[in-house]
């Protein structure tokens, strides 16, 4: 017999692809009770399990040691064989694998173990399929929304998973990549407010200098024309999708100045703000009251 492993993560596994709707085909909590691997499993489907035992799975050729809160893939078409010292539960969920390989390039897929140890992630994961489970029960009794909600939710967690079997390829980030992370929030949530640099370094907490040249050596701009950037494409937005006024558009992107908001929109686009409108326009204009 072939001794088990206990490593963190297998480095065998099935690539998914990362934009891809699973069709469920079973989810929930399941009792198992199999020694001496004398009962064989071969679906056609795959099979994500956690584990709530202690005991032996054999997937294929491999071996692998389980703990409670283990998580393993049982791929279709291949053979799988449990020895458990006593009976246990299981969550799982069975799910189609994808009708061909995608046609896209690597790294538009990821990877699931066939064995992973999820550690202090057991219970956000167990967590998780809980929720699958409970729209997946919906969606059998005819709830189309519960259902969809079941199928995202599921895919959600499969990268979550793939994201916890990889933690060496994600380098621990820097003081200056959690600033960068915040001012990007800020800057995508509050662009319409009259920001300026020195403000948005005291709140993310590094000197104006340092964050300006860390922030053009990442997006090869300065803040200011990132700022203006996003204030110009939502204003493209609001121009094409609305009937609003474009000195209220000018408004509504922080750029209350109408003679400035004109010079800066042609600037980026090459248009006029009432050229861009009637070239792009998907609504006819009329007044708003």
């Known amino acids: 017999m072939m ?16 934009h891809w709707t699973p069709t469920l085909h079973n989810a929930g909590q399941f009792p198992l009770d199999e020694r001496g691997y004398q009962t064989k499993y071969m679906a056609r489907t795959h099979a994500l399990h956690i584990h709530l035992y202690t005991g032996v799975v054999q997937i294929g050729a491999q071996s692998y040691a389980l703990q409670p809160g283990d998580c ?34 690597a790294d538009d897929t990821f990877r699931i173990p066939l064995h992973l140890r999820l550690g202090p992630r057991r ?21 189309r929304n519960a259902a969809a909600v079941a199928a995202a939710g599921f895919q959600e967690t ?38 300026r640099v020195e403000q948005l370094a005291d709140e993310v ?15 090869g701009m300065t803040i200011p024309r990132y700022l203006l950037t996003r204030r110009i494409d939502h204003s493209c937005y609001l121009l094409t999708a609305t009937n609003m ?31 861009y409108r009637s070239i792009h326009a998907n609504m006819p204009p009329r007044n708003i009251q």
């Not at 000197?207 to 050596?217: D, E, I, K, M, V």
């Not at 474009?246 to 908001?261: I, K, N």
């Open 3 to 18: 001794k088990p492993t206990s490593s963190t993560a297998a480095s065998e596994g099935r690539p998914l692809p990362r």
């Open 72 to 105: 393993t893939l049982s791929p279709a078409g291949i053979v799988s064989a449990y020895d458990l010292p006593q009976a246990g539960y299981h969550w799982c969920v069975h799910f189609a694998p994808p009708t061909a390989t995608p046609r896209r390039a």
């Open 123 to 143: 219970e956000f994961i167990i967590d998780r399929l809980k929720q699958v489970t409970g729209f997946y029960a919906r969606g059998k009794f005819g709830d």
């Open 158 to 195: 499969l990268l979550q998973i793939a994201m916890l079997a990889e933690p060496q390829r994600a380098p621990q980030p820097t003081a200056a990549d959690t600033a960068l992370e915040k001012l990007l929030t800020i800057l995508h949530a509050r662009f319409n407010e009259p920001l």
């Open 205 to 219: 907490e590094l000197t104006q200098n340092y964050l300006a040249r860390c922030f053009r050596s990442r997006f």
């Open 245 to 275: 006024p474009v000195h209220r558009v000018a408004q509504r992107v922080g750029l209350p100045d109408a003679q400035y908001f004109n010079k800066q929109f042609r600037r980026i686009t090459g248009q006029s703000p009432s050229v």
